[in-house]
């Protein structure tokens, strides 16, 4: 599920007010996908894990694909994500079959 937004702002909004609507970019499609747009399937897979030395683990909240105008069709993806504490024991823990479980309140 997407919705394509195809606006550019008024002029005399203020940036407060730009930001309460929609976010607005230098752009003639932004694409937006997010959780939202989810909600009412059977099944959803939100979740997602940033590798590294500390694993971080979070919902994928929204994505927004920003096309830009112009010969190059410039593009650019951004995800927004919640993110859960990575304290194992507190926020994520490996059930004994080493699999994470993550604890969504924290």
């Not at 399937?41 to 830009?68: H, M, Q, W």
């Amino acid at each position: 599920h997407k919705r394509v937004v195809r606006d550019t702002p008024p002029p005399y909004l203020t940036g407060e007010q730009i930001e309460a609507q929609i976010d607005y970019y230098e752009a003639n499609e932004i694409v937006r996908w997010g959780e939202e747009d989810g909600r009412q399937r059977a099944t959803s897979n939100y979740g997602i894990c940033v590798k590294g030395e500390t694993d971080f683990y979070g919902i994928l909240t929204e994505i927004i694909e920003v096309k830009f105008p112009g010969i190059l069709k410039l593009k650019c993806i951004l995800f927004k994500c919640e993110w859960f504490d990575p304290v194992v024991n507190r926020g994520v823990r490996f059930n004994k079959f080493g699999v994470v479980d993550v604890n969504g309140g924290r």
